[in-house]
Antibody, heavy 115, light 111 residues
């Protein structure tokens, strides 16, 4: 059974940084691209970033381009999202998901950007 | 403004059928990219209902079905039940944006 567990969220001041992690199990992590998706409070889902299995092709949504960096560690079945210059509008739950979208997501980790 | 367009809200009585539409364009659904559907109850993570237009993960009742035509997709829920009251999102890939795109979500109310 596929499991994705996100962590690393918390309260951070505007302009601050945070690093999110997603640990995968139940499938061969190194064979799949991965995504980050977020959801602001009371709002819809927004794709944030994706990375291929070999870390060659990272892609970003316009709202986070230049501020967020996606990376992965295939040896430890882990996906990361390094977020810098955080803004209040980055507040929300962050989920990781497999790139083929055929498996359940994790439960998410909450990021709150506030002074 | 979401790339994929869904009706903001729908309602139906128990036992009835509800169909939620998801309209895209030639760079996403119309380009042949898969469409997924998610159900989200307030306070919970999204739950995968349908992947690749019409496939159900194990554990999803066959009351839920998906279809596609040209640049749109639909989620049909038959025999509506109170527990189906939730937000529903469609999702695909957009080649112009080089990333995933979501519909704005449809809040389904079971009367």
């Amino acid at each position: 059974e596929v499991h994705l567990v996100e962590s690393g969220g918390g309260l951070v001041r505007p302009g601050g940084s945070l690093r999110l992690s997603c640990v995968a199990s139940g499938f061969s992590f190194s064979n799949y691209g991965m995504n980050w998706v977020r959801q602001a409070p009371g709002k819809g889902l927004e794709w944030v970033s994706s990375i291929d299995r070999d870390s060659v092709f990272p892609f970003y949504g316009e709202s986070v381009k230049g501020r967020f960096t996606i990376s992965r560690d295939n040896a430890n079945d882990s996906l990361f999202l390094h977020m810098t210059n955080l803004r209040p509008e980055d507040t929300g739950f962050y989920f990781c998901a497999r790139a083929d979208w055929r498996e359940p997501w994790g439960q998410g980790t909450l990021v709150t950007v506030s002074s | 403004q979401s790339v994929l367009t869904q009706p903001p809200s729908m309602s139906g009585a128990p036992g009835q059928r509800a169909t939620i539409s998801c309209t895209g364009g030639t760079s996403n659904i119309g380009a042949g990219y898969d469409v997924q559907w998610y159900q989200q109850v307030p306070g919970k993570a999204p739950r995968l209902l349908i992947y690749s237009y019409k496939n159900r993960p194990s554990g999803v009742p066959d009351r839920f079905s998906g279809s596609r035509s040209a640049t749109s997709a639909s989620l049909t829920i038959t025999n509506l039940q109170a527990e189906d009251e939730a937000d529903y999102y469609c999702q695909s890939h957009d080649r112009s944006l080089s990333g995933a795109v979501f519909g704005g979500g449809t809040r389904l109310t079971v009367l």
